[in-house]
Nanobody, 129 residues
Framework: QVQLLESGGGSVQAGESLRLSCAISGTSVSMCLMGWFRQVPGKEREAVAG???????GYAESVKGRFTISKDDAKNTLYLEMNSLKVEDTSMYYC???????????????????????WGQGTQVTVSS
C-alpha cells in the first residue's frame, strides 16, 4: 500500500521561500507519477506541479518560474521548492502519486486530480504580506 507523508509547511512572509517534502513508502518514487496539489476551503483542488518517472515536469501557470518539483530516488522523497511566495499561494498542499506511473509529462503536461491514486494528508502553507 502506497503511503505519502508531507512535511515542510509553515508560515512565511511574502517573498520568502519554503521547501515541501513528501516521503513515500510502500513503493519506489522512481516508479511513480508524482505531483503536488493545493486546496483552500470552498474551492476545488488545484494541480500545482507534476513529475513523471523519467523526470519530465509540468507546472501550473501561476507557479511557473517560482516553484520547482523534484525527487530523490535514493531517499524515496518528492520535493516542492517554493520561492517568491505570494499571499495567494496560501493553501493546504497535498502530495499525490500514481504507482506504477505511466503518464508522460513530455511537453509540460500537468496531470489532473483523477490521474492520481494515492494522496497524503496535506501540509499547510500560509503566506502573509
Amino acid at each position: 500500500q502506497v503511503q505519502l507523508l508531507e512535511s515542510g509547511g509553515g508560515s512565511v512572509q511574502a517573498g520568502e521561500s519554503l521547501r515541501l517534502s513528501c516521503a513515500i513508502s510502500g513503493t519506489s518514487v522512481s516508479m511513480c507519477l508524482m505531483g503536488w496539489f493545493r486546496q483552500v476551503p470552498g474551492k476545488e483542488r488545484e494541480a500545482v506541479a507534476g513529475i513523471d518517472r523519467w523526470g519530465s515536469t509540468g507546472y501550473a501557470e501561476s507557479v511557473k518560474g517560482r516553484f520547482t518539483i523534484s525527487k530523490d530516488d535514493a531517499k524515496n522523497t518528492l520535493y516542492l521548492e517554493m520561492n517568491s511566495l505570494k499571499v495567494e499561494d496560501t493553501s493546504m498542499y497535498y502530495c499525490a502519486a500514481d504507482c506504477p506511473g505511466t503518464a508522460d509529462l513530455w511537453g509540460g503536461y500537468l496531470p489532473r486530480e483523477f490521474e492520481y491514486t494515492s494522496w497524503g494528508q496535506g501540509t499547510q502553507v500560509t503566506v502573509s504580506s
